[in-house]
């Protein structure tokens, strides 16, 4: 009878100090970031830090001088760390009894790595960079904290999905269908909830009446005013919209507005194509890690993506953006391309060209990436391919020039694109724009290589684990774009001294859109291991993960972290707090003022010519002609204040965060013009202000 030997267990003194290690380190670099004021309120509000604190038995206190104070308890905090490690660690000896603990240990080292760097550069960093590099740390706190915590959960093993009987992980090896089908069904149903709750929070918001007009409901009007003779245009405009933007994607949609007219149409179908953008992340994934289960950890995380989060709800509340309808046509164009399916590649890339102008950037840079990739190659069908890339690119090139130089200045009496005005100091037109980097070359590249720059860098990456980082070359495919990002410098009205408080506008707005599909492309790209001269992937070397999925499930962890403190959206920290001014208790509980609103709406005939504040144009989209009653001077009343000289009735929201309208004597009409305006009787409890031209008036 033969005897089994007896199964050799390797010393776990030292995998047992590694443990030990990592969570001292871990638990010290928790301590700071959550007792550091400058750095727990970039995390989230402080209700929801509170609640935390008290979890790991520390506090938040006020003191008499009405000073925060987080006091976090270094043993909670350990504790929390450690207990988790303790107990995998020992189901993974008692499973594997050769080495379980010892891969365990193995695996946690990039966490420990990662918190050691932290701590030297935070302890170092006052006496040899001095107080601005600190700053820096305590700016980056989210995402410093998504990476320690990402590092050291993807450490913990999970189970995995068998692929067909073969081996996950490993690139060109086969999966089986049945894999492909469980994880894709995965992630399409993670899709339609995805879809269903971000397009519910839309409805609440526009129930509530939080949408504003401007780059939202505007563009439901648009379609209106096209079926019904007014020309593709809101009133807001100066002119036709093609004097703002070569964006006419939406006018696809009209066959359907035809049949439900109503915004929120136009709503569902841009959560939708956000959601449906997952499907070519999932086949782009799969293809370059050649692993199914990758795939569907990436496609996941597009879900849990936050600079995503802001294209559906981003600044002030704007919900719909026709960027969102091009997104779609982007991601489904790049997996065409590398599938060799050209005809149906141009066909999405054609739609992409037609949601804005400088979409044609990106077009062009996949062009020309494309073209590197290929152009070198003996392969027939490769060469056909390069020919088809440089086309792409010829083509992008002349439309943005075409758009921005002829059609759009033609649509506005010979003025430049109004966005020139979006770059400061650095000129009010394209060839101002042109001039200064000619002429001040040092200039431009000081914004361009600037700390606010690296922010830009880490906002699009870190949520991804870096893994597009790994791909420099697809992300040349951006280049353009993101340089034009860097420039942009945006001013959001006095700061409490008097200066100019500047708004980054990545990710708060919606100009860093075309880049996602590039940044995705990059990601699934980026899983496939580079090898050194010795054989050895990177990833090898540096004691990161190695294999496809657990890299893609490394993106997923800082996709779902950096989203607990920077999206709006429930997987966001901040809609759960009471105190947000974004919560859900300040936005999405259910309040009266549409319906007091819908009140004065049955008394205004359609056929009237509204006035309104903000918020109160997503009501009148469907009246004869839909005013802005704002301090905004518009070409529409001569840029002179007040509203056009045939406005019918001018109704005032006193009520919304920017009003400036609380009562009646704010109004300027009543009191300069009091023979011309009456102040009709109030059925709102002072929410809403109506006045009406007086007919003698008109007369």
Known sequence: MTRTPPVKRPPLLLPLLRLATVSVLVTLMLWILCGEQNCWQQLWPSDIHAGLLHWTGGQLRTDAADRVHSEPSFPGLW???????????????????????????????????????????????????????????????AFSLALLLALLWNALPVPTLRQGGAADGLAGQPTGIDGNRRTLLVVLLAAVVWQSVSFQLNRSLYDNLLVPHGDSAMYEEHLWNTWHGRGFRSYLDQGLFLGEHIQVVHLLLLPLHMLWPHYLLLEWIATACLAICVVPIFSMTRRWSGSPQAAMWLALAWLLYFPMHYLDIAIDLKTLRPSCYGLAALFWGIDLAERRRLKSATVCFLIALLTQEDFALITGGIGLVLWLLRWRTADPDQRAIARWSAGLTAASVAWVLLAVLVVIPAFRGGEVVHYSRYFGDLGNSPGDLLK????????????????????????????????????????????????????????????????????????????HAPLLPVIFWAAAAGLRGRADGRGRTLSQRAGLPQAPADRARLALLCAALTAASGSLLPCGAAYWSDKADWGRTRLYQPNDRAEKLQRILARIPPTARVASTDYVHTRLTHYERSYDYSDYLRAVNNYRPGVPADTDYIIIDTGHRYSTIRRPEDIRELREEPGTWELLPDETDGMFLVLRRVPAAVN
């Open 79 to 141: 504790l929390a760390v450690t207990l988790p490690l303790v107990v995998v660690g020992a189901v993974q000896q008692k499973r594997q009894p050769a080495g379980g603990l010892v891969d365990l240990s193995r695996r946690t080292m990039p966490c420990a790595i990662f918190a050691s760097v932290w701590l030297l550069l935070w302890w170092v960093a006052p006496l040899v960079f001095g107080g601005q590099f600190t700053q820096f740390l305590c700016t980056t706190t």
């Open 436 to 511: 200064t980097s000619l002429t001040q070359p040092v200039k431009v590249a000081a914004i361009l290589f600037s700390q606010r720059t690296l922010l830009y860098v880490l906002v699009l990456s870190v949520p991804l684990a870096l893994l597009p980082l790994r791909r420099p070359l697809l992300l040349v495919a951006g280049g353009a774009t993101f340089a034009m990002l860097s420039l942009i410098q945006l001013g959001n009205g006095p700061g409490d001294a008097g200066q100019t408080v500047e708004l980054p506008p990545v990710p708060y707005h919606h100009f």
